[in-house]
């Protein structure tokens, strides 16, 4: 559940040619952080260079990047050349194939520059207007390439299987034939496809209002902590002091943070009224029963899965609930409120710098075999990432793995807390998942579906807590990783669940016609929110004034994306016990799934791995292990309670 930032919808319009799938960088759970209005340039010189990023494995210069950008664009007129040929010969459709994977391949790395580059410094005006040539450039891509998928509709299975067996590179795009074939009844005529790629540019209209005022013009607030420290509560200020140990301090973060957002309640309620209607036109216009099913067909997931992960969710939110009363107990709480939800359970004085963070990780992931290791320390040493916050610096964590022809690229905040050590597992999960797909496929399917994308993340994670409760020393440490594990789980299954429902929600109160405003969306949002957490039943009480979050969440301008995290720690949680039981073949099974990138349907690639994702024993697995984790956790408090009880 890490934040992460998505490239834009339009690099999707374009990947037509052997691109059925898309690896890009991933959107927000919760922003972290907002850019000054200044450049801090004492600050910026400050940071070591070996904790930055090195953008010139893309483009040595700007300037290299412009004439690169230039190439692209000049390259959409030999992509339009193709229009009327792919049918003609097995030898015409593989030229036009091969073009499609080199212009790709080019705009990718065109992308990662812009994207990265930007967020490097969000106050940069140059820097952004180079993101913004790639929304254009990914519209007149989507233009140059309309006419690909009806004319490979037009052919048909027969004579496509023709092709492929007289010429047998054809077999590199099988995936992507398959994927556009499926896809039939969804495609349109070509001057429809044609009239809805040049409207790409209109997409992700809403999202990008939000980002730019959430990211550089919301007024935030200031306050004063208990200890007399004056505080401008923006979302990193937030995100840090939310967990304040001062009970306090939490209400008045929670009050002051949700007040702010709550005055923009109507602005925030047209931005995610207008992405929805986007959502349902885009599904409509299609002939998708709905806009979920549209949403799950690019990487054929079937909508058990997600509907199965709430229903199994709803019907354990008693496990939820355990975990509350638990987190009250620990705290010393009577009466558990929603700003209390944060809080670390026990605290540590250990600081982890980004050298002991690394050598963490490494250590961890030992069990996936010296390959992987030695592939992460590659990447730690030669500046595949870059490390520290500082004003300008777009917020959370992300890996950008579409320069197929360079290496992935890891964006952190790391602030030196046992959270940043996760976070680093997670990421780096990312990046070498890209590593091993990349080297194993060509660039037609290296590029993998989300869906199995967030399972080698959160295997990292799984791999991580192992480490560190082996390396625990005294209960109070074993408390920390077990609470540390418990909430994480809590974030990242049925916290992403709730968005995934209130998401689902949203999207057929619009397709039953209803129109929605901030007032509607924040009680929709408001009645999950104390569902979830038990507010009716006195778990944890949840002011009315906090149900404004779902105006905090970037996730919801991202189509039915958060889900998968909830899906992913599930599949995570299954494979990588497998490789810590030492289960015969699991390491590999796992690795194999890495591998495998986006060669297959990542729900196939899956179940082939173990995992089934539209059962119900994947998310039972998860409430085993959570109960487990509480069971152990309350024997040692009863145990340290006794110790009291007898010493006085």
Same mark, same amino acid.
């Given at each position: ?5 998505? @490239? ?46 090195? /953008? ?16 692209? +664009? ?18 015409? /459709? ?18 990662a520059y812009a994207g990265m580059g930007a967020d490097a410094d969000t106050r940069v005006p140059e820097a952004q207007q180079r993101r913004q040539q790639i929304g254009r450039l990914g519209t007149l891509f989507g233009e140059a390439t309309s006419y690909a998928a009806p004319e490979i509709l037009a ?66 607030? +200031? ?93 354990? @939110? ?26 670390? /359970? ?92 990349? +080297? ?88 999950? @929110? ?63 799934? @890495? ?54």
């Open positions: 559940m890490k934040a992460r930032h998505a @490239l834009s919808t339009v690099l999707i319009t374009g990947l037509l040619f052997g691109a059925s799938h898309v690896l890009a960088e991933e959107p927000a759970e919760e922003p972290a952080e907002e850019p000054a209005e200044e450049p801090a340039e004492e600050e910026a010189q400050a940071i070591d260079e070996r904790w930055t990023w090195n /953008l010139e494995d893309l483009y040595p210069s700007v300037e290299a990047w412009e004439a690169d950008a230039a190439k692209v +664009e000049a390259s959409f007129e030999d992509l339009k050349a193709c229009e009327g040929k792919l049918g003609k010969s097995a030898e015409s /459709l593989l030229g036009c194939m091969e073009l499609g994977d080199e212009v790709t391949k080019r705009f990718f790395r065109v992308a052919m048909g299975e027969e004579r496509i299987n023709e092709f492929m067996e007289e010429e047998p590179a054809l077999n590199t795009y099988q995936q992507f034939f398959h994927t556009t074939l499926r896809q039939a009844p969804f495609t349109l005529e070509k001057n429809e496809e044609a009239i809805l790629a040049k409207a790409g540019m209109l997409q992700g209209a809403a999202s990008a209002v939000y980002q730019i005022f959430t990211g550089a013009d919301m007024p935030w607030p +200031e306050i004063t902590l208990s200890d007399g420290t004056e505080v401008r509560l923006d979302q990193s200020a937030y995100t840090l002091h939310r967990g304040s140990v001062n009970r306090l301090d939490r209400q008045v973060v929670f009050n002051e943070f949700w007040n702010k957002w709550s005055e923009f309640e109507r602005t925030f309620g047209v931005t995610l009224y207008r992405q929805v209607r986007q959502d349902v036109f885009n599904a409509e216009v299609r002939n998708y029963p709905n806009a979920l099913a549209a949403a799950l067909d690019g990487a054929n997931i079937p909508e058990a899965v997600y509907r199965t992960l709430v229903q199994q969710t709803n019907e354990n @939110l008693g496990t939820l609930h355990r975990y509350f009363k638990l987190r009250g107990r620990m705290l010393d709480v009577e009466q558990m409120q929603y700003y209390d939800i944060y809080p670390p /359970l026990v605290e540590l004085d250990n600081e982890f710098p980004i050298e002991e963070g690394i050598a963490l990780t490494l250590s961890a992931m030992v069990p996936l075999g010296q390959d992987y290791v030695d592939k992460m320390e590659r990447g730690f040493h030669n500046r595949w990432m870059d490390v520290y916050p500082h004003e300008g610096k777009r917020s959370g964590a992300y890996m950008n793995g579409i320069a197929y022809d360079v290496h992935p690229y890891v964006l952190m905040n790391y602030n030196g807390d046992y959270e940043s050590v996760s976070t680093l597992a997670h990421e780096w999960g990312h990046a070498i998942h890209t590593v091993l797909a990349a +080297e194993n496929l060509p660039f037609a399917t290296y590029r993998y579906s989300i869906f199995t994308a967030e399972i080698a993340s959160t295997v990292n994670e799984v791999l991580m807590l192992d480490h560190m409760l082996k390396v625990a020393e005294t209960d109070e440490e074993r408390l920390f990783y077990l609470g540390f594990a418990l909430e994480q789980w809590r974030g990242t299954f049925f916290r992403q669940t709730m968005f995934a429902e209130f998401e689902l929600a949203i999207h057929e109160a619009v397709e039953a016609g209803q129109t929605l405003t901030g007032a509607s969306l924040t009680e929709m949002y408001g009645d999950i @929110l104390k569902r979830y957490h038990g507010h009716e039943e006195g778990v944890v009480n949840i002011d009315d004034s906090f149900a404004i979050e779902w105006a905090y969440i970037p996730h919801f301008y991202f189509n039915f994306y958060v889900y998968q995290y909830a899906t992913s720690i599930s599949a995570g949680l299954q494979l990588g016990s497998d490789i810590l039981d030492g289960k015969e073949g699991a390491r590999e099974r796992y690795l194999d799934l @890495l591998r495998a990138g986006g060669s297959r349907d990542p729900y196939d690639l899956l179940v082939d791995a173990g995992v089934d994702l539209a059962s119900a024993a994947p998310y039972e697995a998860v409430f085993v292990r959570m109960n487990a984790i509480m069971d152990e956790m309350e024997a040692i408090l009863d145990r340290q309670n006794q110790v009291v009880l007898k010493s006085d």
